[in-house]
Every structure is written in C-alpha cells, then in structure tokens.
C-alpha cells in the first residue's frame, strides 16, 4: 500500500467518526427524572398551621409579689420540683408580724373585757329580777325596781358591746394575717420551677399598671402539655374541636404524635394584616408523649378533616397546573402529559378519581430543565420509586 493511499484511508476514517460524533451529539439527550408508582392506600385532607406553633404548659404562673419588698426567704431554685402550699419566696416581714401578734393581744384583752362585762350583766339582771318579786310583794319602792331593771339593761348592752368588740378585734387579726400573707409567695399548684429571677437581699416590686416585668418565680405544670399554632383565617371555619391532628416537633424531626383539638380561639389575630390566623390548641393523646418535651418546644400541627381510605394517589408535588401530570412512558422513555381529576388532597398526598391507572409512573422531578411533555427520559430509580 502506498504512502499516498494510507494517507487518503486515515483521512476518510477521521471523516466517518467526525460524522458519527456530530449525529450522535445532534441527538436529544433524556433528562434524568424522579418517579414515583402510582399506589392505593389512605388520603387525608388537611390544613396545618401558617407559622410555627409552641409548646405550652395546661397551667403556668409568672409570680410576682403583691408588694414591694426585701427577699428575706429563697427556697424556689431552678428547676425543682415542688407542690402545691410550698413556700417559693418570703419578703422581710417583721412589723407586719408584730402587727399579727398585736391584734392578738387586743384580742384576747376584749374576749377577758367581755367576759367581765357580761358577768356584771348576769348579776345586774339577777339583782333586777329579785327587785321585780320584792315590788310584787311590796316590799321594794317601785323607784328602787325600775332603777335596777335599768341598770341590769344598761350592763346587757355592755356586755352584747364587749361581744361585738371582740368579733372586731378577731377580724383585726385576719386583716392582719392577710397582710402579712402578702409577704409570703405559695406554689398554687404542684409544678416545676422554670426561673428564679431574685437573689436574698434584693428588693422587689410589683409590676406597674400595663408594663410588664419579669415574674420573680416562673412556675410551669409540665404533667400537662398542649400544642398553641396560628392557622390561616380562611382554614379555620373547617376546624372543629376533637378533630384528630398529627403534632411534629423540630426537637424530634423523625417522629409525629397523635393530638386531638381542644379549642379554636373565637377571634382572629391581626398580628399580620395580609396574613391573618386564628390559634388553635392541640391536646397530646397519649400523656406519655409528653414526658420528653418541654414547654417552648417549636411545634407544628395538621389538622385532619377528612379519610378516605384504598383509592388511589400521588404525591401532591407531581400534580401540575391544570390539573395534569408527567407520565413515563417505558416502552417509548418518553414523559407523556395526562390530565387528572382529583379528590382529597393534603401538602404531601393527592387522591386520583380518574385519568391514571395503578402501577402508572408519574414525575416527581417537575422543575428540572428539560422535563416536558415528549422529552426522553432516564428514571433515577430503575425501580421506578421515589427516593
């Protein structure tokens, strides 16, 4: 073979894999695509909470002091335990104690002054009515009988003035004591103590008119939790008390809790003006469930209206406007556009009433370039499952 001819051979090769590399790059290439089988089972329409919800305790009190006050007694500490009656904080209290112990004093000074009084009541009354027999016998002046019939009910009277002095003074005692009450702060019910914002020998003071101030105690019953979400104003004529509701919490991201709705609040918020919600609040069902969270846990919950069960669904992200969705076509790895009719939907789940068939693969992958209808098509999955 000649020099010339190898040369002329070599040339026409490169010609032929230049037009092979140029048809094959002319080609339309198939996108890659996430599918998911078309399945039965449970669907679900929802509504869910449009900002994130919270945590709270059933019962919760932010104590304060009545009264302005030295802290003399600090025995709440953060986190304990305590029950109901216990003594969290004291304020010094010394002359409303005296005080206590003078009203009891005066007290016991007006029941002996009583009990004097109603003794010379007795024998005035005595003395009275043998003065009465004496005049029937006429053997007393009638002037000696009526002055002692008048003295024996001038010392009754004393004696019924000393009785209600005393009724006086007891009540002393009580203004006293709830007084001196005012001073000492009692856990209203059995709970956990959040904070403890005070030190011995701080001097606290109630909180003014319409300003709010930190509690010096903040008390929280964590036996009982319940979920508090914002729902959209549009959703909430929809929502019934014991609707049943799946809780999700970001604290516990793979896992959800069976929850129950206890009330819907009879207003709407105007936190937002363009968004406006109602609150709603969620009970756990299963007490258990609470024993890990704590109360200002972020919380959100969806509310169940409506089950149908076995029909058949898609994920609510292959459904496209007008109602229509990407079907793969194995035979030809096509994608094929197909109108839908559907029924009850949710954000993840949507029943399909007509226009698809079990065991169809539509796309899940709508927004990746190149997905259209009569595009080739690569499933990322040979199993056809969504990842």
């Known amino acids: 073979m000649t020099h010339h001819l190898r040369r002329l051979i070599i040339i026409a090769l490169l010609l032929a894999i230049g037009a092979g590399l140029g048809w094959y790059w002319s080609q339309p290439k198939p996108v890659v695509v996430r599918l998911q089988t078309v399945e039965r089972g449970d669907v679900q329409s929802s509504v869910a909470n449009t900002r994130a919800g919270t945590v709270k305790a059933c019962r919760r009190s932010r ?29 010094w209290n010394h002359d409303l ?17 009583a009990t004097e009084a109603c003794v010379v009541a007795d024998v005035a009354k005595r003395e009275a009515d043998r003065m009465v027999r004496l005049r029937k016998q006429n053997i007393a002046s009638e002037e000696t009988t009526e002055r002692a019939v008048g003295e024996a009910k001038a010392k009754a009277a004393a004696c019924q003035a000393a009785k209600t002095a005393n009724l006086v003074a007891e009540a002393r005692i ?13 856990a209203p019910f059995d709970g956990t103590i959040a904070e403890v914002n ?55 991201p793979d896992e959800t809790f069976d929850g129950r709705v206890r009330r819907i609040a009879p207003y709407v918020l105007e936190i937002e003006k363009q968004a406006r919600t109602v609150d709603i609040e969620a009970d756990f069902i299963n007490s258990a469930d609470t024993t890990r969270l704590l109360p200002g846990y972020s919380a959100d919950v969806e509310i169940i209206l409506q089950t149908r069960e076995n029909v058949l669904y898609i994920p609510t992200e292959a459904l496209l406007e007008s109602q229509r969705v990407l ?12 109108p839908v009719e559907t029924g009850l939907s949710n954000w993840k ?39």
């Open 63 to 91: 104590i304060t002091p009545a009264i302005g006050g030295l802290i003399t007694h600090l025995p709440a500490k953060d986190g304990a335990t305590v029950k109901k009656g216990d003594l969290l904080l004291g304020l």
């Open 174 to 186: 009580k203004v006293a004591g709830e007084n001196l009450e005012r001073t000492l702060m009692h």
């Open 97 to 113: 104690v005296a005080q206590v112990e003078l009203a009891r004093r005066e007290a016991e000074a007006n029941r002996a002054r």
């Open 198 to 252: 005070g030190e011995l020998g701080e001097y606290v003071t109630p909180s003014p008119p319409g300003i709010a101030t930190l509690p010096v105690v903040d008390l929280i019953d964590t036996t009982c939790l319940t979920i508090s979400a914002p729902i959209d104003e549009v959703d909430a004529p929809a929502v019934k008390p014991g609707l049943s509701a799946r809780i999700s919490l970001d604290a516990f």
């Open 327 to 338: 079907v793969y076509d194995p035979d030809s790895e096509t994608l094929q556009s197909r």
């Open 349 to 387: 789940l949507t029943e399909v009433t007509a226009g698809l068939e079990e065991g169809e693969q539509v796309v899940l992958s709508v927004d990746r370039k190149g997905v259209e209808p009569g595009a080739l098509a690569t499933p990322e999955n040979t199993a056809g499952q969504a990842g």
